[in-house]
Nanobody, 112 residues
Framework: QVQLVESGGGLVQPGESLRLSCAAS????????MRWYRQTAGKERELVAT????????TIVNSVKGRFVISRDNAKNTVYLQMNSLKPEDTAVYYC?????WGQGTQVTVSS
């Protein structure tokens, strides 16, 4: 069955970095675009970044442009979200999504 497993979240101070990973299995990963979303309590899930199946096209939401980078390794069936210069407002649960499936999410907390 399809599985998406996120990892790499944690508690960091403002200005620090984290790299999230999402390991995919159960489908032809390299054929599909992948996305990272985030959600905070009481708010709708927000699309953060998208990457094409080959990894040659990416989109990033304006609020994190210049700080976040999405990438993928099709040989490892993994998509990444490199998050730099983190801000308290980046605090959220981050989810990866592909083929209409979702991971369980990983918590990112940015606080001093």
């Amino acid at each position: 069955q399809v599985q998406l497993v996120e990892s790499g979240g944690g508690l960091v101070q403002p200005g620090e970095s984290l790299r999230l990973s999402c390991a995919a299995s159960g489908f032809a990963f390299s054929r599909y675009s992948m996305r990272w979303y985030r959600q905070t309590a009481g708010k709708e899930r927000e699309l953060v970044a998208t990457i094409s199946s080959a990894g040659d096209t990416t989109t990033i939401v304006n609020s994190v442009k210049g700080r976040f980078v999405i990438s993928r390794d099709n040989a490892k069936n993994t998509v990444y979200l490199q998050m730099n210069s983190l801000k308290p407002e980046d605090t959220a649960v981050y989810y990866c999504s592909g083929l209409a499936y979702w991971g369980q999410g990983t918590q990112v907390t940015v606080s001093s």
